[in-house]
T-cell receptor, first 112, second 112 residues
Framework: DAKTTQPTSMDCAEGRAANLPCNHS???????VYWYRQIHSQGPQYIIH???NNETNEMASLIITEDRKSSTLILPHATLRDTAVYYC?????????????FGTGTRLTVIP | NAGVTQTPKFQVLKTGQSMTLQCAQD?????MSWYRQDPGMGLRLIHY???????DQGEVPNGYNVSRSTTEDFPLRLLSAAPSQTSVYFC???????????FGPGTRLTVT
């Protein structure tokens, strides 16, 4: 599975958009980009995933560059409850991923 | 649905003791996994199962055993606890063609 690179930490003002980047320059054609987050010490929570097209759901938007070497997770109106560690994961297959490789992620702090 | 449940929430063991961490899911998922998370790090896969009676090793399997006699349950056994196994343990499941992996709340284990 392709390796990902994320900034260690980011801050975002409450109510503003949080843009979390992820670099996956060695991604192959059949690998999907997944985003999970982990709030405090809870179990990780799925956010969104995509292959090549931009995706949006009730939680976030995922923007994947045309060459697929990087992506950005966008939380449109960050709240204090969005403070968490966000993991960008690249994995073959869309129907679930049995062994997700979690790096160290980006610690997002939403500031009042 | 209760989702993925784990017991106990907290456990303290002495070196050399054995114990079983319990994991159950009520979503009829065929895939289940165990991860460990050490302080400041991402999750690492210990063992996983693709269905009842089928298990396989992940990234860090040494010192752990698993079995999958039913679809619902996937216990993790520590054979002889060591301080290096002090960690937070997460169980996860997915299935039914879903792309989302569901995580339990975790078990915080300390080995002294």
């Amino acid at each position: 599975d392709a390796k990902t690179t994320q900034p260690t930490s980011m801050d975002c003002a409450e109510g503003r958009a949080a843009n979390l980047p992820c670099n996956h320059s060695t991604i192959s054609g059949n690998e999907y980009v997944y985003w999970y987050r982990q709030i405090h010490s809870q179990g990780p929570q799925y956010i969104i995933h995509g292959l090549k097209n931009n995706e949006t759901n009730e939680m976030a938007s995922l923007i994947i560059t045309e060459d697929r070497k990087s992506s950005t997770l966008i939380l449109p109106h960050a709240t204090l409850r969005d403070t968490a560690v966000y993991y960008c994961i690249v994995r073959v297959g869309q129907t679930g991923a049995n062994n997700l490789f979690f790096g160290t992620g980006t610690r997002l702090t939403v500031i009042p | 649905n209760a989702g993925v449940t784990q017991t106990p929430k907290f456990q303290v063991l002495k070196t050399g003791q054995s114990m079983t961490l319990q994991c159950a899911q009520d979503m009829n998922h065929e895939y289940m996994s165990w991860y460990r998370q050490d302080p400041g790090m991402g999750l690492r896969l210990i063992h996983y199962s693709v269905g009842a009676g089928i298990t396989d090793q992940g990234e860090v399997p040494n010192g752990y055993n698993v079995s999958r006699s039913t679809t619902e349950d996937f216990p993790l056994r520590l054979l002889s606890a060591a301080p290096s196994q002090t960690s937070v343990y997460f169980c996860a499941s997915f299935g039914g063609g879903s792309y989302e992996q569901y995580f339990g709340p975790g078990t915080r284990l300390t080995v002294t």
